[in-house]
C-alpha cells in the first residue's frame, strides 16, 4: 500500500483479555517500529525490528507485551492479560533503514481497557 | 540513555506570526539525528523537519526552520507566517546508530485567528 496500515482503529476489550494489533509496513522498509502514546503523552518506544537481525525489545514494559515479524512484512504486536494501564494509542512506524532513513507512521491503534 | 526535554507544554500564536518551539537533548554521541514531528487530531505523525548533527547549516523546509545549537544541545523550531492547519502537538526527536527515535513529551501549538 502507500503508507503504513494499522488495525483494528479502536479496540476495546475488557482486563485481563489479550489483543493483537497489527501493522502492514510500506512496501520496501527494512525497519518497523512500534511506540505506545497515553493520553497527553509523548510517544514511548516498545520494539524495533531490522531485517532479519535480532529485534531491539528494550522498551517492552513487561512480559504481557510481544511483538513478531516475518521478514520485512507484516507485525502483530499482543498484549496479554491486558490491564487498564494498557490503554493508550499503539503507533507503528517503517523506515527503509536504521539510522538514516525518515520513519513514516500508521495513524495508530487506540486500545481501551476497561 | 538519551532524553529529548520539551520545556513548553503548551504554546500559542497568532496566525501569520512567528513562533519558536524548543527543545534540548541530552547525548554522550557525536552522530545522531534530530527531528521535528507534527501530530494533528488524525494522530497521523508528520515528520516537519530533520537535521543531521554533522551539519552545521540549520535546516529550512518552507516556514519550518530549525536552529541547532550542537554544543548547547538544543534544537528548537521556528515557524513563520503561522496558518490555522499548524495547529497540532509538536514532538522533537533524537535518533542514531545506537539508539532508536527517541521523542520528547510534546508541545500544543494554538494558532489564533
Known amino acids: 500500500g502507500a503508507g503504513v496500515s494499522q488495525s483494528p482503529s479502536n479496540k476495546v476489550t475488557e482486563k485481563g483479555k489479550d489483543v493483537e494489533l497489527r501493522c502492514d509496513p510500506i512496501s520496501g522498509h527494512t525497519a518497523l517500529y512500534w511506540y505506545r502514546q497515553r493520553l497527553g503523552q509523548g510517544l514511548e518506544f516498545l520494539i524495533y525490528f531490522q531485517g532479519n537481525s535480532a529485534p531491539d525489545k528494550s522498551g517492552l514494559p513487561s512480559d504481557r507485551f510481544s511483538a513478531e515479524r516475518t521478514g520485512e512484512s507484516v507485525s502483530t504486536l499482543t498484549i496479554q492479560r491486558t490491564q487498564q494501564e494498557d490503554s493508550a494509542v499503539y503507533l507503528c512506524?517503517?523506515?527503509?533503514?536504521?539510522?538514516?532513513?525518515?520513519?513514516?507512521f500508521g495513524e495508530g491503534s487506540r486500545l481501551t481497557v476497561l | 540513555a538519551q532524553t529529548v526535554t520539551q520545556s513548553q507544554p503548551e504554546m500559542s500564536v497568532q496566525e501569520a506570526e512567528t513562533v519558536t518551539l524548543s527543545c534540548t537533548y541530552d547525548?554522550?554521541?557525536?552522530?545522531?539525528?534530530l527531528f521535528w514531528y507534527k501530530q494533528p487530531p488524525s494522530r497521523q505523525m508528520i515528520l516537519v523537519i530533520r537535521?543531521?548533527?554533522?551539519?552545521?547549516q540549520n535546516a529550512t523546509e518552507n516556514r519550518f526552520s530549525v536552529n541547532f545549537q550542537k554544543a548547547a544541545k538544543s534544537f528548537s523550531l521556528k515557524i513563520s507566517d503561522s496558518q490555522l492547519g499548524d495547529a497540532a502537538m509538536y514532538f522533537c526527536a533524537y535518533r542514531s546508530r545506537n539508539t532508536p527515535l527517541v521523542f520528547g513529551k510534546g508541545t500544543r501549538l494554538s494558532v489564533i485567528a
Open positions: 512506524a517503517s523506515s527503509v533503514d536504521r539510522v538514516t532513513g525518515e520513519l513514516f
Open positions: 547525548t554522550s554521541e557525536s552522530d545522531y539525528y
Open positions: 537535521q543531521e548533527a554533522y551539519k552545521q
